[in-house]
């Protein structure tokens, strides 16, 4: 993984030139069609579009986002941005369009490339300052003034550009993380940071040139991102992305179709799957299972290994860091999964269980902080958010440990076992919301005086959104009421992250010191779950 480090590094270069020209790269899967896509045509077309952005005045560290659908103008599109030294923002396409619009600004977008269904998401933003960007439009017309990718495509010329060197500090992503006491955090990966991610994909999910290789999750996240995109093409090993909303018959059709041998999801994808499981599995070619982004429950590999044969195996990581932990597939590191584990470090990474208020270290099956020690870990590459003032919290020991945000503890054989957050973000079938953004839209609604989200426990989602709300005045709840706050999270924020009950009550539990008290809630559904016998 030396060659992420290196000065002469250069991301377009690692993802698409060094690769054989006759091998393929990616797969599109679009409703019954599947097409190939080779390393000469990716190179090809990212030249075009690298040429057009230049054209539009994109240079090395101009930020370039998409709110693009699952495609090959996707990849396309980055490898295009990396070949000039700009830097790809992404920005998930169920988000509104004031979150797309935070997001945009903060990253100082300068060019948004946006499927013809999410144009409106970009007339949304602050009218007392016009959006200062441009944004280009794949296959519409888009409006006024839009710029369309087809023509833009079409006159570029295809001659090859020079792969920028950004070297290993050089930024190639700017993403954002929830936060939950504040707007999202910037975080802006170096060129370095992608290396945790190839070897993740070789250790932790064990794909092999053999392999046909799937990473199920969206692209609007970093684990999408690094582990459906940029690992896959950065090992050359292939990659497959499905058009369209996730479908669990369709999936499985794929699964069959293009023999996949190794599929990795988040446990709610496993959990649909489950609902969905063919009866014929016969032709199936499946040889390796993997999860993240939330945790995995005992019903996901009941049913994996009673039906397929199958472990699925848990995985964690950070958009901050990358992967972390695995139950590895690679011979070299795997050992016998254990029911609730999130595994080992990763090759590079070295983790602890510190105190919960002091660095101190803790014994094997303490509960504290999980922790990454930042001088034994060679793969760590963050050091600050965009807005420094915000990463003060997450480290201790003068600089020695970097904060998960998560309480765990480490077992006899190394293995690490999450045990609760020590914030208050949710993980929602595999994504995480923080719980500031929604409080903000639902505060909002003029008979709210004031709110708070939690994570409550669900079956099939892991966890679900649920919402506590004050009223104004006589303001009374009723499912009109509940109605409109939903559908106020769904355009105001994000269109998954709406709540799936909104419970009216007198007050909030609050700190002396006024701070609402989310984790006294959360206990109070859990318990009134459990006693439904729904949890």
């Avoid at 944004?135 to 001659?159: K, N, P």
């Avoid at 708070?452 to 099939?460: L, N, Q, S």
């Avoid at 106020?488 to 007198?506: E, G, K």
Wanted: proline share 6%; aromatic share 8%; glycine share 10%.
């Amino acid at each position: 993984m030396t060659e992420y480090g290196a000065p002469d590094a250069s991301m377009a270069w690692l993802l698409c030139d060094r690769h054989a020209p006759e091998t393929v790269a990616y797969t599109i899967v679009d409703g019954d069609t599947a097409f190939a896509v080779t390393y000469a045509q990716l190179r090809q077309d990212s030249n075009r579009v690298a040429h057009g952005l230049l054209g539009l005045g994109i240079g090395p560290g101009d930020r370039v986002a998409s709110l693009l659908r699952k495609g090959p103008e996707l990849i396309t599109l980055m490898i295009g941005i990396w070949r000039i030294g700009a830097v790809y923002a992404p920005l998930f396409t169920a988000f509104g369009a004031p979150a797309a619009d935070y997001r945009l600004r903060t990253a100082g977008a300068r060019l948004v490339v946006v499927d013809p269904e999410q144009r409106a998401k970009l007339d949304g933003g602050d009218a007392q300052q016009p959006a200062p960007w441009q944004v280009m439009v794949v296959g519409g017309d888009g409006r006024a003034g839009d710029i369309r990718y087809d023509a833009l495509i079409e006159a570029a010329d295809a001659a090859d550009i020079p792969p920028f060197v950004q070297g290993g500090d050089g930024a190639i992503v700017h993403i954002f993380t929830s936060g939950t006491t504040g707007l999202p955090k910037g975080v802006i990966h170096p060129l370095r940071y992608a290396a945790g991610w190839e070897s993740y994909l070789q250790f932790g999910l064990g794909v092999t040139a053999e392999d046909v290789y799937w990473c199920g999750a969206d692209p609007g996240w970093a684990y999408g991102l690094y582990a459906a995109i940029v690992a896959p093409l950065a090992a050359g090993t292939g990659t497959i992305l499905q058009v369209g909303a996730f479908n669990a018959v369709a999936t499985w059709r794929t699964i069959e179709q293009l023999g996949v041998t190794n599929y990795t999801a988040a446990p709610t994808v496993f959990r649909a799957l489950r609902a969905a499981t063919p009866s014929d599995r016969s032709s199936l070619h499946l040889r390796r299972l993997s999860s993240a982004g939330e945790p995995l429950t005992p019903e996901v590999n009941d049913w994996a290994e009673r039906e397929l044969g199958l472990t699925v195996h848990d995985h964690f990581g950070q958009t901050e860091v990358g992967m972390i932990f695995a139950n590895h597939h690679h011979s070299d590191f795997a050992r016998p999964v254990r029911a609730g584990s999130m595994g080992q470090p990763l090759p590079g990474w070295s983790a602890k269980v510190l105190d919960e208020s002091s660095p101190r270290e803790l014994a094997q099956g303490e509960v504290g902080r999980i922790a990454i020690d930042v001088v034994e870990s060679p793969m760590m590459t963050f050091q600050s958010y965009q807005e420094r003032a915000k990463t003060k919290t997450r480290f201790t020991g003068n600089g020695r440990y970097y904060l998960l945000g998560d309480l765990g503890s480490v077992g006899t054989e190394g293995e690490f076992r999450f045990s609760s957050r020590d914030d208050d973000v949710i993980l929602m079938a595999g994504y995480r919301i923080g719980p500031f953004e929604v409080e903000s839209v639902i505060s909002q609604h003029p008979q709210v005086a004031e709110c708070a989200v939690i994570g409550a426990p669900d079956e099939a989602r892991g966890e679900v959104l649920e919402a506590y709300v004050v009223l104004r005045g006589d303001a009374a709840g009723s499912a009109e009421l509940t109605g409109q706050i939903q559908q106020l999270v769904r355009t105001q924020f994000a269109a998954h992250a709406y709540p799936r009950a909104v419970h009216v009550v007198d007050q909030l539990p609050k700190t002396p010191s006024g701070k609402i008290q989310r984790f006294l809630l959360r206990e109070q559904r859990r318990a009134e779950k459990e006693a439904e016998g729904t949890s």
